[in-house]
């Protein structure tokens, strides 16, 4: 007898597989062809069959959910990457999993993940099955007495001001010296760089809105040297992308993430430096620098759009460099 429960369940198990082996796939394009091809067939489930699951159903209203609530779509991608291999693994109705079925799968997912991993596993599935229990799908939380692995704290890594100096040495092109300054100077994510346009730019101000993390908006800023580098940089390149920072080459589409990535690796390894360059550290630099400089932490967690003051105070941590110039501001 055909039951259309039955077929939209292998319908969304079919969507789900794919999913997990072709993550950027069209879900709402794929689901239509799928739909196409069982349209003449009744599916129902055989007497033998295993208890279904019914994460994968219940996954794709969360996330056209949390679409509604704002999140980018690079976190909905992975939070969907993440509760799909959850799915898989632990084949029950959700009413029925309890908290030593999110021990046993965390336990065995996250053997070789480090703290800071298995918390961010931690975090999406605290986030679902809350999401669960407020829609009342499950009858209580299995989530709740789960807590975040201990982190060691470690000082942000951050590059002094020789270091930041022979990278500015080692850069030969114009685009380089823009990009490198522009890190530097701002304390902007690889995210936001990346999709920075030439018009959002207050030249006067020196200044720019960025969208971070969560879609939320914020204004960053840049010094004089960097709004010098960036008109030099911006007279000499070729095509009319809007992007701040392009290709050398034909058709000048936008810079990606990695291509960025690849251009400081590209400076580091003509500067002669071991260590390992990339954007983030950029970041630190700009951090721990403006931490010595005597900015504001409230200032700063602003200007770095952290949540909470406590990620922004990582980066005040007492090490040499911070007592030495602390001492110097009294001496």
């Known amino acids: 007898m055909y039951s259309a429960s039955s077929k939209d369940e292998v319908v969304i198990k079919i969507i789900g597989k794919l999913s997990l082996e072709f993550p950027n796939m069209d879900q709402i394009k794929a689901r239509g062809i799928v739909e196409e091809v069982l349209y003449k067939y009744d599916i129902a489930p055989t007497e033998t069959a295993l208890v279904a699951s019914?994460?994968?159903?219940?996954?794709?209203?969360?996330?056209?959910?949390?679409?509604?609530?704002?999140?980018?779509?690079?976190?909905?991608?992975?939070?969907?990457?993440?509760l799909l291999i959850?799915?898989?693994?632990?084949?029950?109705?959700?009413?029925?999993?309890?908290?030593?079925?999110l021990r046993m799968y965390l336990a065995n997912r996250c053997?070789?993940?480090?703290?800071?991993?298995?918390?961010?596993?931690i975090t999406i599935l605290k986030s679902f099955f809350s999401w669960l229990f407020q829609e009342e799908y499950i009858p209580k939380n299995p989530m709740l007495k789960i807590k975040n692995t201990k982190e060691p704290k470690r000082l942000r890594d951050a590059l002094n001001g020789e270091e930041t100096e022979i990278l500015r040495q080692a850069c030969k092109t114009k685009r380089e010296k823009?990009?490198?300054?522009?890190?530097?100077?701002?304390?902007?994510?690889?995210?936001?760089?990346v999709n920075i346009d030439i018009s959002a730019i207050d030249w006067h101000e020196k200044s720019l809105r960025v969208i971070g993390k969560g879609n939320k908006e914020r204004k960053i800023y840049f010094n004089v040297k960097t709004k010098i580098l960036l008109q030099n940089y911006l007279k000499e390149r070729k095509g009319d992308n809007p992007a701040l920072?392009?290709?050398s080459k034909y058709p000048f589409a936008r810079m990606g993430g990695r291509s960025i990535q690849r251009e400081l690796k590209k400076i580091a390894t003509r500067a002669g430096f071991e260590k390992s360059i990339f954007p983030h550290l950029m970041r630190h630099t700009f951090a721990t620098h403006s931490i010595n400089a005597g900015m504001d932490i409230t200032v700063l967690q602003h200007i770095m759009g952290h949540e909470t003051?406590?990620?922004?105070?990582?980066?005040?941590?007492?090490?040499?460099?911070?007592?030495?110039?602390?001492?110097?501001?009294?001496s």
């Open 178 to 193: 823009a990009l490198l300054e522009f890190l530097v100077s701002s304390g902007a994510r690889l995210s936001e760089l």
């Open 309 to 330: 003051p406590q990620t922004t105070l990582i980066y005040a941590a007492l090490n040499d460099e911070n007592i030495k110039h602390a001492y110097k501001r009294i």
């Open 86 to 101: 959850f799915a898989t693994r632990l084949r029950k109705p959700l009413a029925s999993i309890t908290t030593m079925d």
């Open 245 to 247: 920072f392009t290709a």
């Open 54 to 82: 019914d994460v994968e159903e219940k996954l794709q209203i969360y996330l056209a959910t949390k679409r509604l609530d704002g999140l980018s779509e690079k976190t909905l991608k992975n939070y969907n990457y993440q």
């Open 111 to 121: 053997e070789k993940l480090k703290p800071s991993s298995v918390n961010g596993q």
